[in-house]
Structures are given as structure tokens and as C-alpha cells.
Antibody
Framework: QVQLKESGPRLVKPSETLSLTCTVS?????????WAWIRQPPGKGLEWIGS???????YYNASLTSRLTMSVDTSRNHFSLNLRSVTAADTAVYYC????????????????WGLGTLVTVSS | SYELTQPPSVSVSPGQTARITCSAD??????AYWYQQKPGQAPVLVIY???ARPSGIPERFSGSSSGTTVTLTISGVQAEDEADYYC???????????FGGGTKLTVL
């Protein structure tokens, strides 16, 4: 049973870096899948942040790419998100999920999700 | 930027059929995916590749595609189906995933 769990600080100050880790259990992160971050501001819809392959290939949301870095640690079976220079607009529930790359036209979608973690940007 | 357009809300009575649409120019060339999200919970995939249903999803959930519009159909709606529903697809260039704005399904 694939399980994902997000972890990291729940409160980040404006202009600082938001850092989250998603730990995957019951499944190897080194398989053929991509691993994604998706966020949801309070009361709003879902926004794809980016996706990463265990080999380091990344796809980022164009609106975030200048502030975003994603990485994978296969030895710990987890992947991470760093979002720099955050503002209040980055306050959201952040989800990690298993999926595919956007150029995989045979994708099966985001089929496993973490429970999500609320990150608040405030001084 | 690429957008998927959904109606903000749909209301149906129990036992009726709910249809939620999602429209975008690239949908004739890209598969669509549908997620159900209940309050305080993570989204759950209910339809993938336009029409396929993951294991464990009730048969009353189905998907269809016609031109630039895909549709999630819930037949014999139950109270437990009240939730937000999001469509998702890729942009025409295969560089980004995009979610629709979401549709709130209300069971009257």
C-alpha cells in the first residue's frame, strides 16, 4: 500500500524559504513514476506546483519556476520542495502525490496523495 | 496560460444524475482526470484517461469526452457524493499539469 506523508514547518516568515519533505512508504520512489507537489490555498482550488523523477528530471509550474527547487533522495525514499521568497499568497495546504510527467499522454493521473499539510506564511 | 473551465456549482436531488463539465482547447488531444475532494480531505482520483475508473470507485461514476469538453457523470447521486470535483489535464505542449477551478456538487 503506497502511502505519502508531508512534513516540514507549518509557519514560514515572508521572504523566507518554504521547505517540505514527502516521505513515501510501501513503494520505491526509484520506480517509473513521477512525484508531485500540489497546493490548495484556503477556500480555493488545486494548483500543480511541479513534478520530479527519481533521476532528477523536473517539470515546474511556469508561474513558480523562478522560486522553486524540487529534489529527490532515493536513499531515504523521499522527495522535497523548496519555495523561496514566500509571501502570504503562498499560504496553502501542500499535498504530495504520485503521478506522471506532463508529457506522458498515457498517464494514470495522481493516484496516491498525502493527507496534506497547511503552511502559513506570516510574520 | 492554459485553463480548464468548470461550472462553479451543480445541484441535484438524491437519486438523480449529476453532470459536471470541463472545457479546454487541448482536451481533444489530452486525456482528462477527475478528482473528488470532501472537506478537510485530500483529493481522490475517480476517473482517469477520460473514461477509466480506478479500482474501488463506485460504478455510478463515469466519464466521457466530446471535442473540447469532458464530462463527469454521477448516476443515482447519493448524499455521500456531495463534494468538490476537479478536472485535470496536461497543456498542449506537455510541459504542465493544470487543474480546473473546481465544481461544488450539492445534493439537495
Amino acid at each position: 500500500q503506497v502511502q505519502l506523508k508531508e512534513s516540514g514547518p507549518r509557519l514560514v516568515k515572508p521572504s523566507e524559504t518554504l521547505s517540505l519533505t514527502c516521505t513515501v512508504s510501501g513503494y520505491s520512489i526509484s520506480g517509473g513514476d513521477y512525484w508531485a507537489w500540489i497546493r490548495q490555498p484556503p477556500g480555493k482550488g488545486l494548483e500543480w506546483i511541479g513534478s520530479i523523477y527519481h533521476g532528477g528530471i523536473t517539470y515546474y509550474n511556469a508561474s513558480l519556476t523562478s522560486r522553486l527547487t524540487m529534489s529527490v533522495d532515493t536513499s531515504r525514499n523521499h522527495f522535497s520542495l523548496n519555495l523561496r521568497s514566500v509571501t502570504a499568497a503562498d499560504t496553502a495546504v501542500y499535498y504530495c502525490a504520485r503521478g506522471d510527467s506532463p508529457d506522458n499522454f498515457d498517464s494514470s493521473g495522481f493516484d496516491h496523495w498525502g493527507l496534506g499539510t497547511l503552511v502559513t506564511v506570516s510574520s | 496560460s492554459y485553463e480548464l473551465t468548470q461550472p462553479p456549482s451543480v445541484s441535484v436531488s438524491p437519486g438523480q444524475t449529476a453532470r459536471i463539465t470541463c472545457s479546454a482547447d487541448a482536451l481533444p488531444r489530452q486525456y482528462a482526470y477527475w478528482y473528488q475532494q470532501k472537506p478537510g480531505q485530500a483529493p481522490v482520483l475517480v476517473i482517469y484517461k477520460d473514461t477509466a475508473r480506478p479500482s474501488g470507485i463506485p460504478e455510478r461514476f463515469s466519464g466521457s469526452s466530446s471535442g473540447t469538453t469532458v464530462t463527469l457523470t454521477i448516476s443515482g447521486v447519493q448524499a455521500e457524493d456531495e463534494a468538490d470535483y476537479y478536472c485535470q489535464s496536461g497543456d498542449s505542449g506537455g510541459t504542465s499539469w493544470v487543474f480546473g477551478g473546481g465544481t461544488k456538487l450539492t445534493v439537495l
